[in-house]
C-alpha cells in the first residue's frame, strides 16, 4: 500500500510531461502564406487578375548598359484579347505611394508627363481589332526612366516589377507586373582617362501657370464680348423702325366752316366780287360734299353731284337744300346772274347751313326725326 502511494507523484509526473511535449490537438491560427520559393514580394507592384480572366502575355526589353543621370528606355509588350484595352495611364504609379519609394530606392526615377517625355502607347490597328480570326493583339508600351544611382561609379541596378493596367470589357481592370531586370550603369566620363569638367547643360524654357493672367485676360475678352454686344443691340436699337405720328385728321365739316368763315372775313361782298364770292363758296361745298360722302364733288358736274346724292340715304331729306345751292350756283355762273349783297350774305349763309346740317350728329338727328314721323 506504501509502495502504491508512493507511484502516484511519479505517473503524475510522467503524464504531465507527454502533455507538455505531445503536439497541440487545436489548430494553428491562420497566417500570411509566405511567397513561393526563389519568388521575392515586391513593394512597386502587386498583380491582380480577376477570378476567371486569362492573364495577357507580358514581355519587357531594357538595354543592359546606361549612363548614371540619362535616360532609359523601358519596353512592354502586352499580348491580350481583342476585347480588353491597355489604358491610356497603363504605367500608372502615385507619387509618395510605397510603389513608387521602392522604384527611387532602386536608382531609378519615373519623370513627369509634362516635362517632354511622355510615355509612348503603339495600339493594335483597326484591322486587326475587327478580325475576328485573330483572338490575341499586341500593345507595345515604351516607358521612360531616368537612372539616378545614390552614389558614384558603376553600378549594377536592379528595376522593379512595374505595374501595368489592363481593362476588360466588362469594366474589370487588371494589374500585371512586369519582370524585374538588371543593367548596368555606368558613369558618363567612365571611359575617359583625364576627364574636364564640362558645362552646366543649356537652360530649358521653364512655363508657369499664371493664374492672374489668365484671369485677367478672361475678364477683358468679356467684357469687349459684352461691350460688342451692346453697341451692336444699339445700333439695331437705333435702326428699328419708329412710328410715324400721323398728323390729326380735320373732319371736312370743320375744315369747311372754316373756308367759308375765312371767305366771309375777305370782305369780297363789300368790295362787289360776286362772282369770285360764288366760285369760292360754290368749291367749297362741293368739295366738302365729295369729302363727306366719298366721291369726287370738286370735279363732279352738277348732275353728277345730284345723281350721287341720289343714292346716299343720308342726304335725301337734304337734296332739296343742296339742289337750291346748286341751282343758284349755276344761274350765277352760266346765266351771269348778279346777286346783289343781299343775296350774297344769304348765299353765304344757306352755304353753312348747309355744312352744319350734313355733319355726322346733324344727319343722325334728322334721320330720327324722319323714323319718328313715319
Known amino acids: ?22 503536439p497541440s490537438a487545436r489548430a494553428a491560427p491562420p497566417s500570411t502564406p509566405a511567397p513561393a520559393a526563389g519568388k521575392k514580394a515586391w513593394a512597386s507592384c502587386a498583380e ?12 519587357s526589353e531594357l538595354a543592359d548598359r546606361a549612363m548614371s543621370g ?8 502586352v499580348t491580350h484579347g481583342r476585347g480588353e484595352r491597355v489604358l491610356p495611364a497603363g504605367f500608372r504609379v502615385e507619387r509618395g505611394s510605397d510603389a513608387m519609394r521602392a522604384i527611387e530606392a532602386a536608382g531609378f526615377r519615373v519623370p513627369d508627363p509634362k516635362g517632354g517625355s511622355p510615355a509612348v502607347i503603339e495600339r493594335p490597328s483597326s484591322a486587326d481589332l475587327e478580325d475576328e480570326s485573330k483572338r490575341t493583339v499586341v500593345t507595345t508600351l515604351t516607358l521612360p526612366l531616368l537612372v539616378l544611382p545614390e552614389k558614384p561609379g558603376r553600378h549594377e541596378l536592379e528595376l522593379p516589377p512595374l505595374p501595368i493596367a489592363v481593362g476588360r470589357a466588362n469594366g474589370q481592370v487588371m494589374t500585371l507586373c512586369t519582370k524585374p531586370r538588371r543593367l548596368l550603369v555606368d558613369e558618363p566620363i567612365a571611359n575617359e582617362a583625364a576627364p574636364a569638367v564640362r558645362p552646366n547643360a543649356p537652360p530649358r524654357p521653364q512655363r508657369e501657370e499664371w493664374l492672374l493672367a489668365r484671369h485677367a485676360t478672361y475678364a477683358v475678352l468679356l467684357v469687349v464680348l459684352l461691350a460688342a454686344l451692346g453697341a451692336w443691340l444699339l445700333a439695331r436699337y437705333a435702326r428699328r423702325p419708329k412710328p410715324v405720328p400721323l398728323a390729326p385728321v380735320v373732319p371736312a365739316w370743320v375744315t369747311a366752316l372754316r373756308e367759308l368763315e375765312a371767305i366771309r372775313a375777305a370782305g369780297l361782298i363789300d368790295a362787289g366780287q360776286v362772282d369770285e364770292l360764288v366760285d369760292r363758296v360754290s368749291t367749297c361745298v362741293r368739295r366738302y360734299l365729295g369729302e363727306r360722302y366719298g366721291f369726287d364733288g370738286a370735279e363732279s358736274t352738277t348732275e353728277e353731284l345730284r345723281a350721287t346724292l341720289r343714292r346716299l340715304h343720308s342726304a335725301v331729306a337734304l ?10 350756283t349755276d344761274l350765277v355762273k352760266f346765266a351771269k346772274v348778279t346777286p346783289g349783297p343781299d343775296d350774297c350774305e344769304e348765299f353765304l349763309a344757306r352755304a353753312e347751313t348747309m355744312v352744319r346740317t350734313t355733319t355726322p350728329h346733324a344727319v343722325e338727328n334728322i334721320t330720327s326725326s324722319e323714323r319718328n314721323a313715319a
Open 1 to 22: 500500500m506504501t509502495a502504491h502511494r508512493r507511484s502516484l507523484p511519479v505517473a503524475w509526473a510522467v503524464i504531465g510531461a507527454l502533455f507538455a511535449f505531445a
Open 48 to 59: 491582380y487578375i480577376p477570378d476567371g480572366a486569362a492573364r495577357p502575355g507580358l514581355e
Open 319 to 328: 337734296r332739296p337744300l343742296i339742289d337750291t345751292f346748286l341751282d343758284e
Open 70 to 77: 540619362h535616360e532609359t528606355r523601358f519596353k512592354v509588350i
